[in-house]
């Protein structure tokens, strides 16, 4: 049966309603090829075999009595900083290291029937590129297991690679459902702010932490999507805004269609990534979009402004824990004891909390924080108006393709390596990580980018591409 894992969403769909494949011998056969990998991967910090089959049972069941939604049955690997009722959620971190969910993520109640692979792995708190500050140790590329496989959503990106999970979930807060995408070769959609349901999803900066899907293809995007998105009243920030049939934005080609390309987006790329992206803008115009340059001159402001508010609120959300109510509980004879000894976070998050109860305190605060919220406002109101000269912008992903892992990052530099993807935070605008080539043998990502609200814009563009060629029909070599 190894060629399940090559199967669109759809397409398992289809069997499953036509009772041709069950949910429990799908089930079983990720969680085989999940156990498999995993010594070489980490892709998981839990894998959740006991939910997962119990789930699977009941699609199977649910199906001989009634009509099942389109996934039904179809299993997920949910990053680890989405809770789920009756399985650890750790955000890859120490402090909750035993936590487990009375409830479950408003996403994970929208997916109760597709079962639980498990929960992947993450940079802990969600705060990194690499997924090396996981407390439970670094994911490794598929396609190069000396390599990251990029961050922070990287189990989920990895295990969608190595065919161990049809999809997962991720979160996006400056990148980390797009740059893990294009690290390993997969589709990763971070839908506009407001369009999914952060209920359930720890918090990390707020005004710009997004749950999205990564999957094989833009096809099984959309479909996720119909399924994970819509407005709850329980999340004050999410949009009462219509859902699409977002199936359906498939059908549009891109002829008529105006691709800017941000020309400075492409001049800080290695060169065959830039090239990659280009000749893929290229080949759109050939199917019928027009192509022009535009300019995104700022880049300072970027890691100014996200630096600013991603650390201001991540140092307020944090806060929770506190070896009081969740998590881990130090000793000491005093509350200020408890709380120092409680708080055993990694250097990357502690270095990121210093910066941000900086940014909130002191004379000048909240001047700060309101600095970065009105750069970030400013950003975003450049981009609506290079809104008015295309209809979509395509740029790379990621200055780079994978990195190795040993060898250490100066954090400056790495927030500088996700200028091309916290734009669309910032902005709160939807954007899609494609495959679009390989450099070196490792894949390249090409990332789009639209205004609010219009995905379907992302999924036009992105499924034309995708069914123009085949950079995302690709397995790496380590996987079989
Ligand atoms: N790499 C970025 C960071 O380190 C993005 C993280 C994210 O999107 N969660 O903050």
Known sequence: MNELKSLSLAELSELLAARKLSSVELTSYYLERSRKYQKDINGYIT?????????????????????????????????????????????????????????????????????????????????????????FGP????????????????????VVAAGCAPFSLGSDTGGSIRQPAAFCGVTGFKPTYGRVSRRGLVAFASSLDQIGPLARSIADCALVLQAICGHDPAD?????????????????????????????NF???????????????????????????????????????????ATAEAASNLARFDGVKYGYRGQGQTLDELYTSSRIFGATVRRRLMLGTFALSGEDCPACYEQGLRLGRAIARHLDSLFRQCDVLLLPTAPTVAFTLDGEQ??????????????????????????????????????????????????????????????????????N
């Open 267 to 309: 001049a800080c790329c290695d060169e065959e990534v830039a090239g990659a992206v280009e000749e893929a803008a290229r080949q759109l115009e050939l199917a019928g979009a027009t192509v022009h340059w535009v300019s995104m001159p700022y880049r300072d402001e970027v890691v100014t402004a996200y630096l600013l508010i």
């Open 47 to 135: 894998i959740t075999e006991d939910l997962a089959l119990a789930t699977a049972r009941r699609a199977d069941e649910l199906r001989t009595r009634e009509e099942l939604p389109l996934l039904a049955g179809i299993p997920v690997a949910v990053k680890d900083n989405i809770v789920a009722r009756g399985a650890p959620t750790t955000c890859a971190s120490r402090v909750l290291e035993n936590y487990v969910s009375p409830f479950d993520a408003a996403v994970v109640e929208k997916l109760s029937l597709n079962p639980l692979l498990g929960k992947v792995n993450l940079d802990e708190f969600a705060m990194g590129a690499d997924n090396k500050t996981s407390a």
């Open 139 to 158: 994911v490794r590329n598929p396609w190069d297991l000396q390599r990251v496989p990029g961050g922070s959503s990287g189990g989920s990106a990895a």
């Open 236 to 264: 004050a920030t999410s949009a009462r805004q219509e859902v699409p049939d977002f199936r359906a934005c498939l059908q549009a080609d891109v002829r008529g269609l105006r691709l800017g390309l941000p020309r400075e």
């Open 410 to 479: 100066d954090p400056l530099a790495s927030y500088y390596n996700d200028i091309l993807t916290i734009p669309a935070n910032l902005a709160g605008l939807p954007a899609v990580s494609v495959p679009c080539g390989l450099s070196s043998g490792l894949p390249v990502g090409m990332q789009l980018m639209a205004p609010r609200f219009r995905e379907d814009l992302l999924l036009r563009v992105g499924h034309t591409w995708q069914c123009l060629t085949d950079w995302h029909q690709r397995w790496p070599r380590e996987v």
